[in-house]
């Protein structure tokens, strides 16, 4: 497994298609599985942050599928918390800083995946922890803030990667959602990644090590 960041705009034509696939797993696991209220189309799923040219960073398996996914914003633009629920942080305000990433839409196909770490979670869930963590360092980023649910906050806190909560947990649609912080630096890369984690930034990753 190999974790590569992508942005659509300058998106090779083999690019491309991983980006197909990453709607389309996103598709598999947002509406058919967790039945989330998201808009799928031609079997992708996709939303209006998609048109902010995010970077994805894309967990690809070793016959070229797309195991896994994230999208990245700056917080000083839109986002999904800022637009879609400011509600969830209402307690400490909307984090905007040069300084912090928003993380959106992350998945793991576990259909394609069945390596687990001392953890109990899968090996592609650290893998992708730590290309979140080492792209964050490598762009200058020190924090990111996501909106996720209660179940994946528990995932996270096994993983060693705690989420510092914004503000209480809301009912959204079939599930409690929250929204935090998660540090990005060193120790937080050094805790979730594993063994076999291949860098996206050789140098950035041995300079952590």
Same mark, same amino acid.
Request: hydrophobic share 40%; aromatic share 8%.
């Given at each position: ?35 989330? +209220? ?38 000083? $633009?839109?986002?999904?918390? $800022?637009?879609?629920? #400011? ?7 909307? #984090? ?23 953890? $109990? ?16 360092? +490598? ?33 959204? $649609? ?24 291949? #860098? ?10």
């Amino acid at each position: 497994m190999r974790v590569v960041a992508i942005c659509r705009a300058s998106a090779s034509s083999d690019e491309q298609r991983l980006l197909r696939r990453m709607h389309e797993l996103r598709a598999k696991v947002f509406k058919h599985r967790l039945d989330w +209220a998201v808009q799928v189309e031609h079997s992708q799923e996709k939303d209006e942050y998609d048109q902010l040219d995010p970077t994805y960073l894309l967990l690809v398996g070793a016959d070229d599928q797309v195991i896994g996914c994230a999208r990245l914003l700056p917080s000083t $633009g839109p986002t999904m918390l $800022g637009q879609t629920f #400011p509600f969830l942080a209402a307690a400490s305000g909307i #984090p905007q800083s040069n300084q912090i990433v928003e993380s959106s839409r992350f998945c793991i196909d576990t259909e394609r995946c069945d390596t687990v770490s001392a953890s $109990g979670l899968r090996d592609a869930t650290h893998t992708l922890f730590a290309g979140i963590i080492e792209w964050s360092m +490598a762009k200058g980023y020190d924090q990111i803030v996501t909106v996720t649910d209660c179940r994946f906050e528990r995932i996270l806190k096994r993983a060693r990667w705690p989420l510092k909560r914004l503000g209480s947990p809301h009912q959204v $649609g079939n599930t409690i959602a929250v929204a935090g912080l998660l540090q990005a630096d060193d120790t937080s890369f050094n805790l979730v990644r594993p063994s076999t984690y291949a #860098p996206i930034f050789p140098t950035t990753a041995e300079a952590a090590a």
